[in-house]
């Protein structure tokens, strides 16, 4: 159990650009969630899959966001066009199933920096 | 519709004094709730969680919370501080479909 990656760990871009952040959860973990964490403040939902099934979309992911979990194991998280207000960290999750009650266990974060 | 609320920003105690963080939270269904650590620049690491089993949970790093229903309440206690112990604190909520709602945070400090 090598537990949740995240790469790149830091991203420094420029407005207008396109990034993509990769997720890799522990292995057979069938849930993976994306949160994103701006200065001070806690971890707010974005989204979520099911395996390759993505369930749910937070209103917060305009549509310059997308995620796909294509094989149900790792996941990515693209931001077009970035704008300075998408500077946040990025935070992936990963749980064993859909169960409220299992633990999520956390990526260290893509930290994401527009200029 | 579930939120929590984390009153204190910041608390700061001694080395050796009590921890007393708090959280209250809100929920239209029966909640899982969580408190997680924080260090630089790493991820949230899961300290201890209630499940509707016993109100009064254990967690790691000698940290434990109780849950009161009629006060919607999850305070995070410990009773010694150490150095170690300096982090931040977010308490979550978790409803349907396991995604959760985080409070804002408390920074603990703990002086010498």
């Known amino acids: 159990d090598t537990g949740v990656s995240q790469d790149p760990r830091h991203k420094i871009t420029k407005r207008g650009q396109n990034v993509t952040f990769r997720c890799d959860p522990i292995?057979?973990?069938?849930?993976l969630y994306w949160y994103r964490q701006t200065l001070g403040q806690g971890p707010e939902f974005l989204t979520y899959f099911q395996n390759e099934a993505q369930l749910e979309k937070s209103r917060l992911l305009s549509d310059r966001f997308s995620a796909e979990r294509p094989k149900g194991s790792f996941s990515t998280l693209e931001i077009q066009r970035t704008e300075q207000g998408d500077s946040a960290m990025y935070l992936c999750a990963s749980s064993l199933s859909e169960s409220s009650t299992d633990t999520q266990y956390f990526g260290p974060g893509t930290r994401l920096t527009v200029l | 519709a579930q939120s929590v609320t984390q009153l204190g920003s910041h608390v700061s105690v001694s080395e050796g004094a009590l921890v007393l963080l708090r959280c209250n939270y809100s929920?239209?269904?029966?909640?899982?709730l969580f408190w997680y650590v924080q260090y630089p620049n790493q991820g949230l690491q899961l300290l201890l969680k209630?499940?509707?089993?016993?109100?009064l949970v254990k967690g790691i790093n000698g940290f434990e919370a109780e849950f009161k229903k009629s006060e919607t309440s999850f305070h995070l206690t410990k009773p010694s501080a150490h150095m170690r112990d300096a982090a931040e604190y977010f308490c979550a909520v978790s409803g349907n479909a396991g995604k959760s709602t985080f409070g804002d945070g408390t920074t603990l400090t703990v002086k010498p």
């Open positions: 929920s239209s269904v029966p909640p899982y």
């Open positions: 292995s057979e973990h069938n849930r």
């Open positions: 209630y499940t509707s089993a016993a109100t």
